[in-house]
T-cell receptor, first 116, second 112 residues
Framework: ETGVTQSPTHLIKTRGQQVTLRCSSQ?????VSWYQQALGQGPQFIFQ???????GRGNFPPRFSGLQFPNYSSELNVNALELDDSALYLC???????????????FGPGTRLTVT | SQKIEQNSEALNIQEGKTATLTCNYT??????LQWYRQDPGRGPVFLLL?????KEKRKERLKVTFDTTLKQSLFHITASQPADSATYLC???????????FGGGTRVLVKP
């Protein structure tokens, strides 16, 4: 088990609603990345936060937004939910400064979001 | 466009044998490649990282190769055990940015 925690575990929302997912990174990790994993597929990179600033974004629309707090925990917000947003949302933290050297990602257990 | 392919068919293997998984990529020049294990309903767990200038990396019963000419990585599990049954994901990282691009994963089932 990694030290990365996510809440809630499961969530059911209706199309058009908004959702906030939370992640606490492993102690000492200053970089948090969010991934979306549809059933039967690999995770897709949404965005990354490093020291409270967005540090790279994947191919996701602006209705996916995030925050990182001074304690390096993070939130993922999704507005105007669509049915295709149903997926497992994974948070991953890593220990080093981005762009300097590669680091393994420590993933949390994920939040299963279902949009009906 | 960039593409990362892993065999989508499950790999069924007898306990004690070597499982070999492939990860092929196109239109991509990764600086690093990582392999992760994912169990159902859980987040991926890091296994191995290999750099573009490394040919091979080992960790216990695991071995990874990285051929940038063929644009391919091979992942081997030797002396496989039923506990090795899981989905294995390869992930590419362009420039140590730690922003990973994942393949679709290959499910491995080790039968006793």
């Amino acid at each position: 088990e990694t030290g990365v925690t996510q809440s809630p575990t499961h969530l059911i929302k209706t199309r058009g609603q908004q959702v906030t997912l939370r992640c606490s990174s492993q102690s000492g990790h200053n970089t948090v990345s969010w991934y979306q994993q549809a059933l039967g597929q690999g995770p897709q990179f949404i965005f990354q936060y490093y020291r409270e600033e967005e540090n790279g974004r994947g191919n996701f629309p602006p209705r996916f937004s995030g925050l990182q707090f001074p304690n390096y925990s993070s939130e993922l917000n999704v507005n105007a939910l669509e049915l295709d947003d149903s997926a497992l949302y994974l948070c991953a933290s890593s220990p080093g400064t981005s762009g300097v050297r590669p680091h393994e990602q420590y993933f949390g257990p994920g939040t299963r979001l279902t949009v009906t | 466009s960039q593409k990362i392919e892993q065999n989508s068919e499950a790999l069924n293997i007898q306990e004690g044998k070597t499982a070999t998984l492939t990860c092929n990529y196109t239109n991509y020049s990764p600086a690093y490649l990582q392999w992760y294990r994912q169990d159902p309903g859980r987040g991926p767990v890091f296994l191995l990282l290999i750099r573009e200038n490394e040919k091979e990396k080992r960790k216990e019963r695991l071995k990874v190769t990285f051929d940038t000419t063929l644009k391919q990585s091979l992942f081997h599990i030797t002396a496989s055990q039923p506990a090795d049954s899981a989905t294995y994901l390869c992930a590419l990282d362009k420039a140590a940015g730690n922003k990973l691009t994942f393949g679709g994963g290959t499910r491995v089932l080790v039968k006793p």
